[in-house]
Nanobody, 123 residues
Framework: QVQLVESGGGLVQAGGSLRLSCIASGRSSAGAMGWFRQAPGKEREFVAA????????YYADSMRGRFTISRDSAKNTVYLQMTSLKPDDTAVYYC?????????????????WGQGTQVTVSS
């Protein structure tokens, strides 16, 4: 089992930046990790993912160039640096982990989930 705890969400003005963190703990090691988000009334959507090695990253097209995912294996932590935030980025952001090494973009590919952290971008 892997437990995930997100932090770093909050209220920010449009054009601003936030960095989300997700710490993984438990008896098992996390493989690939990812970030998803869910806005009110919408389905959960893929944001970014990173392989277990940290060598390969994946991004949703709308986030590419604005968001950066990274991981610090020594700290069992994955980060999501978000810049040029827009009101449409407002959502609950969830950290997810897979048992397997390679990142994927579907929610069904992930085995473990955090509780989420709220990001609100004001106009």
């Amino acid at each position: 089992q892997v437990q995930l705890v997100e932090s770093g969400g909050g209220l920010v003005q449009a054009g601003g930046s936030l960095r989300l963190s997700c710490i993984a703990s438990g008896r098992s090691s996390a493989g690939a990790m990812g970030w998803f988000r869910q806005a009110p009334g919408k389905e959960r959507e893929f944001v970014a993912a990173i392989d277990q090695s940290g060598g390969t990253t994946y991004y949703a097209d709308s986030m590419r160039g604005r968001f950066t995912i990274s991981r610090d294996s020594a700290k069992n932590t994955v980060y999501l640096q978000m810049t040029s935030l827009k009101p449409d980025d407002t959502a609950v952001y969830y950290c997810a982990a897979r048992r397997w090494a390679f990142g994927r973009t579907k929610t069904t590919d992930y085995d473990y989930w955090g509780q989420g952290t709220q990001v609100t971008v004001s106009s």
